[in-house]
């Protein structure tokens, strides 16, 4: 069903990095959302109500609030996808994770509302009606959720759109509330115990922490966040893979709405290549990565020294003293300027962001140290700075 819809409805589906495609998936997702939960709330108010069930009826209206949150992320997936303008000269990207995050307060709300309700359902019980045909309908809805739960991780996986996960997530929540909807009925069938209001309590959670989760995931790109493990290697892979590039760091990506992204890295190049042509290849490497990876890239070139075997071999005994003291520590920019009585070491060392400053201050003074032990004429200019990736297990 998801392939028959994503063939019929968005054009050139395959084209997910296609700022026009990705609106297409959003909107698709979105008018099926809309569709689906319509459905749902009507079934599930008039069941009920017809049963007097509020835990029922909080799960009818969680669904109509996903209907309204659709229509929020229609109106948002649209918005997105304007072109920039003089105003906006990165575009309309992130309008996308504003219009998520009115939809978790909407979300929050309505687990709100219908907490206050199952409170006075626990203080004053009305009486439930067991009826088949409910619990077939009932269930019936998780189906109808399990498979808006699939697709919508299913497109947003294949668009990486973070706002179309967070509307998978909140699908498989309504599975688990309307299954606990379902064994309060059942659980009053056969002990004749009312545990609706509870029921309806556990519901109004369970609404109210998806609210709460969508509102985290839409909140990060907008704050801000490191560089995602994956898209690091993808991102260094593609410049250094070009003949004339020894290395890279100091990437760091700004985010303007999925698909739209802006980097920066240093690229490092050998010192003893005319500088016009490095800054050839540099500019080669920057049209490429625009039509091939969609990433506005600018990149800063640093010459390093790839045949002095004097700078190399001390450099080479950095590294080794430093992996000793701490293999978290890396370092790049490394230059040495050779004297009779002093030679000055210079480079950037990268360390973790939980080091602290008394830390980074310790590492520093025992590398100096360390250092000054093997040549007493090596002095270091160390500058320290934090990487801008994030953990490869987050």
Known sequence: MTEFLVKHFVKDY???EKVSVRT???VLSSVVGIFCNVILFAVKWTVGFLLHSISVMADAFNNLSDAGSSVIGLIGVKMAGKPADRDHPFGHGRIEYIAALIVSFIVIEVGITFFKDAVEKIR??????FQLVSIAILILSIGVKLWMGMFNRKLGKRIDSKVLLASAADAMGDVITTSATISSLVFFRVTGLNIDGAVGLGVSLVVMWAGIGIARDTLEPLIGKPVDPEEYEKITKFV??????????????????PGRSMASIHAEVPNDVDIEVSHEIIDSIERDASKEL?????IHMDPVEMKDEHVLSVKRQ?????????????IHDFRMVDGEEQINLIFDMVVPFEYDHKKQDELRTSLMKLLEITDDR????ITVERSYVGNAEE
């Open 294 to 298: 969609g990433i506005f890239l600018v």
């Open 240 to 257: 250094e893979k070009y003949d004339g590039i020894e290395g890279s760091h100091d990437l760091i990506v700004h985010n303007y709405g």
């Open 124 to 129: 004053e019980p009305e009486n439930l009606r």
């Open 14 to 16: 395959e084209n997910v």
């Open 318 to 330: 950095v590294l080794r003293i430093l992996d000793a003291l701490d293999p978290a520590v890396s």
């Open 378 to 381: 090596y002095e270091c200019v």
């Open 24 to 26: 297409a998936y959003g």
